[in-house]
């Protein structure tokens, strides 16, 4: 049996290949890191309760919209396409009730005024939820409540950790983008993006 010949790391084809798997595992490592950072987040707010009425992902009724890095929108998008690509999503949600547009003769707004995020799906469930940004976990409406009040500290030292990653994932600076904005860059179903959020 003629001895088995190593394959030639040099070849264009292998290089590309290889870096196109360090590139694959370097992005799971971040987002893995990513993961673990939002656990922590979600067990230090434990405490705050949330009436999911699904206001906060109706930037036209807030008129606040969360930002998002490219590691948060990479997982974001890991999530989209694990349930089945942005062809699912888009959908209309349920109307959100006790909001009316006062200014226009008291119609109920449209999901068009309303500015619906493009993830949130037709139950009235964000459909990403486990991978839904940070904005969005750390947006309180006013019929939220917590114990301990928010700590702010606490936001902001999770926010710089956050935009550590995203540097790592994004080298060239990364400070994030409106939700829909980033979306839309990304070929997903999405409008024009307002303030932001954190
Ligand atoms: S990503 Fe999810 S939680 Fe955040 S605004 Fe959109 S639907 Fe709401």
């Known amino acids: 049996m003629p001895p088995t010949k190593s394959p030639d790391r ?57 930002y998002v890095t490219s590691i948060e929108l990479a997982l974001v998008q890991r999530a989209i396409a694990a349930r089945g690509g942005g062809r699912t999503l888009g959908r209309t949600p349920p109307p959100l009730t006790g909001h009316e547009d006062t200014s226009r003769g008291k119609r109920r707004l449209t999901t068009v005024d309303e500015r619906v995020c493009p993830l949130l799906d037709e139950n009235g469930r964000c459909a990403i939820y486990t991978s839904r940004p940070f904005g969005c976990r750390t947006y309180w409406c006013e019929r939220a409540t ?19 990653l995203a540097a790592r994932h994004a080298p060239e600076g990364d400070l994030g983008r409106p939700l829909t904005r980033a979306l839309a860059g990304a070929g997903a179903n999405s409008g024009p993006g307002p303030r932001r959020r954190r």
């Open 146 to 164: 917590s114990p301990a009040g928010v700590d702010q500290r606490a936001i902001n030292a999770f926010v710089r950790r956050i935009k550590d």
């Open 10 to 66: 040099s070849h264009p084809s292998l290089r590309t290949s290889t870096t196109k798997d360090d590139d694959r595992r370097a992005l799971a490592g971040l987002l893995d890191e990513l993961a673990a950072l939002y656990r922590e987040v979600d067990a230090s707010f434990a405490g705050q309760t949330c009436p999911a009425s699904t206001e906060c992902c109706r930037f036209g009724v807030t008129g606040r919209e969360p």
